[in-house]
T-cell receptor, first 112, second 112 residues
Framework: GQQLNQSPQSMFIQEGEDVSMNCTSS?????WLWYKQDPGEGPVLLIA?????ELTSNGRLTAQFGITRKDSFLNISASIPSDVGIYFC????????????FGQGTTLQVKP | NAGVTQTPKFQVLKTGQSMTLQCAQD?????MYWYRQDPGMGLRLIYY???????DKGEVPNGYNVSRLNKREFSLRLESAAPSQTSVYFC???????????FGSGTRLTVV
């Protein structure tokens, strides 16, 4: 079935460093979404992207909708310990009745 | 500020037992979803309900049934639990995938 390939699978970084992760798909998407999951909780929406080429920021987070509509990336600048968690990309492709497909997740650990 | 409420939070079942996971949302959302989360697999859609009175299969529906009881409630039933159904189950609701979903905090199910 349809899959999103998210990379890297995990990252262990020093506090203050910048982080970059991305998602790719073999199909084009209408919408790209980025979620964060804290330990023991459900995912929470961080950023939503609706147009190819769109660049959107939310505080220290910046995400882009790829020109080809088959990829997206998320950057976190100046990481802090509370950035720890699992980050998921999700997409919704044309013609679908309303389902989102999720990537495998990127686990981020930040060393103080 | 309840959002999406899932019960129970934890459950241990013996192989062959049945149980129903409950989900309720108070945001007047039309769509509701059940996902399972397994390590390295991301979130996989089990069943969804685009509106009250309708349900459809997702990516991994085998071994599960659902009921959209009313606009607020969407339950997931395991008729005969198997160890392969050990997972974390998330319920979500939304007005449509383009606007993201609101997730519950999950049910951690272990089948022994």
């Amino acid at each position: 079935g349809q899959q999103l390939n998210q990379s890297p699978q995990s990252m262990f970084i020093q506090e203050g460093e910048d982080v970059s992760m991305n998602c790719t798909s073999s199909s084009i998407f209408n919408t790209w979404l980025w979620y964060k999951q804290d330990p023991g909780e459900g995912p929470v929406l961080l950023i939503a992207l609706y147009k190819a080429g769109e660049l959107t920021s939310n505080g220290r987070l910046t995400a882009q909708f790829g020109i080809t509509r088959k990829d997206s990336f998320l950057n976190i600048s100046a990481s802090i310990p509370s950035d720890v968690g699992i980050y998921f990309c999700a997409g919704q492709w044309p013609g679908n009745t309303g389902k989102l497909i999720f990537g495998q997740g990127t686990t981020l650990q930040v060393k103080p | 500020n309840a959002g999406v409420t899932q019960t129970p939070k934890f459950q241990v079942l013996k192989t062959g037992q049945s149980m129903t996971l409950q989900c309720a949302q108070d945001m007047n959302h039309n769509s509701m979803y059940w996902y399972r989360q397994d390590p390295g697999m991301g979130l996989r859609l089990i069943y969804y309900s685009a509106s009250e009175g309708t349900t459809d299969k997702g990516e991994v529906p085998n071994g599960y049934n659902v009921s959209r009881l009313n606009k607020r409630e969407f339950s997931l039933r395991l008729e005969s639990a198997a160890p392969s159904q050990t997972s974390v189950y998330f319920c979500a609701s939304g007005t449509g995938p383009n606007y993201g979903y609101t997730f519950g905090s999950g049910t951690r199910l272990t089948v022994v």
